[in-house]
């Protein structure tokens, strides 16, 4: 069992950053794959960024290439620097967490991932 925490939401202009983070508590964090995904009012779930457990793999949607930096450390974090926020960034942001034996594979799909923090709100006002 993997609890998930997100931190780091709030409220910030167009053109502004914030970094999100996620600590994971549990079972051993390093055999995990990770991702951050965000959901609108009225809008499914939506893939942002995933990173492997080796954390030599990345992956990013095409909506935040190059503005977003996914990556995480020895300490069972996980983050998301987020930077040229745009008000359609605005949403409530998720971290998940899949167990795999592939050290290099990174996961896109929702039902993909057996864990999910509770999420932070982010709002980016124009």
């Known amino acids: 069992q993997v609890q998930l925490v997100e931190s780091g939401g709030g409220l910030v202009q167009t053109g502004g950053s914030l970094r999100l983070s996620c600590a994971a508590s549990?079972?051993?964090?390093?055999?995990?794959?990770m991702g951050w995904f965000r959901q609108a009012p009225g809008k499914e779930r939506e893939f942002v960024a995933a990173i492997s457990w080796s954390g030599g793999s990345t992956y990013y949607a095409d909506s935040v290439k190059g503005r977003f930096t996914i990556s995480r450390d020895n300490a069972n974090t996980v983050y998301l620097q987020m930077n040229s926020l745009k008000p359609e960034d605005t949403a409530v942001y998720y971290c998940?967490?899949?167990?795999?034996?592939?050290?290099?594979?990174?996961?896109?799909?929702?039902?993909?991932?057996?864990?999910w923090g509770q999420g932070t709100q982010v709002t980016v006002s124009s």
């Open positions: 998940a967490a899949q167990p795999t034996t592939l050290r290099s594979y990174v996961y896109t799909r929702p039902y993909e991932y057996r864990y």
């Open positions: 549990g079972r051993t964090f390093s055999s995990y794959s």
